[in-house]
């Protein structure tokens, strides 16, 4: 059975952002492996942090010579800014109850079977923010009520793209693709119009 790096969504008013990267981790200092950049194949450096379920993996079986598929969380002030969390590894072999004697299998196919690829985001949201200049947009994602005692329950993420003022303060789930330290809106579905209005408590 192949694990899919981005489950299916629970719930339809299910809030996420949540992608895949394909690349190497250089931490700051080999010391303290949880901070440091993700390079990807292109070259390109993100800012990035490893979570702690993740750090464990990454201390007991990643080569940092090589490159991983990584399940990143992204965040985000500015499309020019992108920061990631690594929330797990995405190793059909290593790390997942996947028998196979080929390791010779291409990733990217695998990832094609699951309908995803390398760069993918989903970002499920409310739509708070609407830039027809820019042609950028904020979504508002609500992390799960189980961390209430969190400090930032809420964030918002700056993505480019454009989607009409109509759909303000609707729920949105959207497919996005990374382009550098940009989030870039590739397809949208809208899921619930006017989510503050039916939301009043």
Known sequence: M???????????????????????????????????????????????????????????????????????????????????????????????DFQNNSSEINFSKLLEELDLKDNYFSVRGELVFVNTKKKEIVIKVCISSKLKNQKNKNFKLVIKGELSLEFLNSFVSLDINRDGNALKLISYEIIERNLSKNNKN
């Open 2 to 96: 192949l694990k899919n790096p981005i489950p299916q969504v629970t719930s339809q008013l299910q809030y996420r952002a949540i992608g895949i990267i394909n690349g190497k981790f250089i931490p700051h200092d080999s010391k303290q492996l949880n901070r440091g950049f993700l390079i990807d194949n292109k070259g390109e450096k993100i800012e990035t942090v490893v979570l702690g379920k993740a750090l464990s993996l990454l201390k007991k079986h990643i080569d940092l010579n090589k490159s991983y598929y990584w399940i990143v969380y992204p965040k985000n002030k500015n499309t020019h800014n992108l920061h990631l969390q690594v929330a797990g590894i995405w190793d059909p072999y290593q790390l997942n």
